[in-house]
């Protein structure tokens, strides 16, 4: 069993003779056990460390074990409880069970028992979270559009990313901001199959010591302010997808840690001695050559060459001019209404020799727009608030990305009522970034009047 699938059992027992036997027979199964003597240092394991199956003992010294299941039920992510007594009484068993007990064995108990006891509470656990997971997963898949292409190359990067999801490989997207790579990477994760969530970490948002915490989290007490353990993403994205968004801003500190956590396959919190296993597939993107990076001795070889495992390009709008009438009908019945609209032939025309410096992003802001400033059914080359190539004014004059981008934005908060999650989730990106855009563009909530 490898480190990442081994589970981690807690045994809570105050006879030692009894502790050292079980905890050396779990161990000897493939467990990960940890050992404790009574009732309140087994509160303080589970804070520390992650257990999926707790052995605990009815009688010991400090807290009691029913005291123990009890509170265990208020941490965040308990252990399957096994509750374990030497005089167990038919009143104590239905205590035990209300509490949230998995089971409840009397001793003298056989070894084999309790470990097909403990392997049956693992998998109760898994499947209680790969049902959560698989909610999180159906709400993602009805909110996130499919990848909408007919440029053969394109469906080429779409062929690569079937055949190599359903494993652990690492995989790197470049491409020119705007071109959808946060897209390819939730594509990928539904492709995978996995049962974890995904989760994304912007490294443009953040400066280097937040991103040290987001990614490998910190124990209470490692720096001022520290009131509690922070679970980082890696952790936190076990059997899921960890989504590196801009991988080329991490600095070399950063670089070392993560390829030193990829290569060794488990890391420590920020202030801990506790080895934590990566369980987490990681999925970097970054709109540099990461290979100009490194040959500029800004990004590390060793580091690329483990992100870049599969690599795939996405080739910026411009070189898909197929895809643009087809992409642009797509954005349109999504902003449309309920009245449908259609692009007249004028449109389709400038839309197709625009250079689009902002890619997929910036079609896609473009459509919005025009929906909101268009009079009647048909959307006409003058309802395109751009430019095109030759440099006639479309729509009232030249548009900036930077504009379209903060007019984008805008629209969606006031839409979510100024909620940041929720709009967040419409937009696509982390809610730091859309908070940093925020302080960017200057935007403030309006006053209710």
């Not at 049902?131 to 062929?159: C, D, K, W, Y």
């Not at 990106?429 to 563009?441: G, P, Q």
């Amino acid at each position: 069993m490898t480190t990442a699938g081994r589970i981690h059992v807690l045994v809570a027992e105050d006879e030692e003779n009894l502790s050292q036997i079980l905890g050396g027979f779990l161990r000897g199964r493939g467990h990960h056990v940890r050992v404790v003597a009574d009732g309140r240092a087994a509160i303080q394991a589970c804070r520390d460390e992650a257990f999926d199956v707790a052995l605990v003992d009815i009688l010991m010294p400090e807290l009691d074990g029913l005291e123990v299941l009890r509170l265990l039920h208020d941490e965040p992510e308990p252990p399957e409880v096994i509750i374990i007594t030497g005089n167990g009484t038919v009143e104590t068993a239905i205590t035990a069970m209300k509490l949230g007990a998995y089971d409840y064995m009397s001793k003298p108990y056989r070894m084999a028992e309790i470990d097909v006891l403990v392997r049956r509470a693992w998998e109760k656990r898994q499947l209680a979270r790969e049902n959560r997971f698989l909610q999180a997963r159906l709400s993602r898949v009805e909110s996130t559009p499919e990848i909408v292409t007919q440029f053969a190359p394109m469906h080429a990067v779409l062929g690569t990313l079937e055949r190599v999801a359903a494993s652990d490989t690492s995989v790197l997207i470049t491409g020119e901001s705007g071109t959808g790579k946060s897209l390819v990477a939730r594509a990928l994760h539904r492709l995978s199959g996995r049962a974890g969530p995904l989760l994304v970490v912007d490294c443009v948002a953040l400066s280097e010591s937040l991103l040290e915490i987001e990614l490998f989290g910190h124990e209470r007490g490692a720096f001022t302010g520290a009131t509690a353990r922070k679970v980082g993403t890696i952790e936190l994205g076990a059997d899921g997808t960890l989504f590196i968004d801009e991988v080329a801003a991490l600095g070399a500190k950063m670089q070392t840690k993560l390829l030193r956590a990829l290569e060794q396959g488990s890391f420590f919190r920020i202030g801990g001695n506790q080895r934590v296993d990566v369980g987490v597939r990681v999925v970097a993107a970054s709109a540099q050559r990461l290979d100009d990076a490194v040959r500029d001795g800004r990004f590390r070889g060793e580091l690329k060459a483990r992100l870049g495992a599969c690599s795939v390009e996405l080739p910026p709008l411009r070189e898909r001019t197929v895809d643009i009438p087809l992409l642009a009908e797509h954005f349109l019945a999504q902003f449309g209404g309920p009245t449908p609209r259609v692009l007249t032939p004028d449109a389709v025309a400038v839309l197709e020799e625009y250079p689009w410096p902002g890619n997929v992003r910036e079609l896609r802001n473009v459509i919005e727009r025009a929906v909101l400033i268009a009079h009647g059914r048909e959307i006409r080359a003058q309802d395109l608030p751009l430019r095109s190539m030759g440099g006639a004014a479309v729509a009232g004059g030249p548009v900036t990305l930077d504009e379209l981008d903060r007019c984008h934005i805008e629209a969606i908060l006031t839409q979510a009522d100024w909620h940041q999650g929720r709009a967040a989730e419409v937009l696509g990106i982390s809610t730091k970034t859309l908070y940093r855009k925020i302080r960017e563009y200057g935007l403030q909530r309006p006053r209710k009047r």
